[in-house]
């Protein structure tokens, strides 16, 4: 079965820096959609950013010019390098996975594989 590990996340002030990994099993990251959202608590998930099969890089306005997304082919995991952190970046962020596509950012409900999540806490 498909897994989506998150790399333990952490605290930080803001201002800092953030880097979040995601291993996948049985399922290649190359040729899937993949995608990081968070969720704050008594929010909605919302997407972060995403990444298609052939490199498009998608961003919510929030993250645009701070966090930038990535595959590790060779390692068969994802990567959010996360800059300039701010207090409202704090919440459970998770990976996501599709290999079929028709994967929109705005739309958690289009990524057919997640990850447990992975809490990342920004102090002011």
């Known amino acids: 079965q498909v897994q989506l590990v998150e790399s333990v996340g952490g605290s930080v002030q803001s201002g800092g820096s953030m880097r979040l990994s995601c291993a996948a099993s049985?399922?290649?990251?190359?040729?899937?959609?993949m995608g990081w959202f968070r969720q704050a608590p008594g929010a909605e998930r919302e997407g972060v950013a995403m990444i298609e099969r052939d490199g498009t890089t998608v961003y919510a306005d929030s993250v645009k010019g701070r966090f930038t997304i990535m595959k590790d082919n060779a390692q068969n995991i994802l990567i959010l390098q996360m800059n300039s952190l701010e207090f409202e970046d704090t919440g459970m962020y998770f990976c996501a996975a599709d290999p079929w596509g028709g994967t929109h950012l705005s739309d958690p409900r289009t990524f057919v594989y997640w990850g447990q999540g992975t809490q990342v806490t920004v102090s002011s």
């Open positions: 049985n399922v290649t990251v190359e040729d899937c959609y």
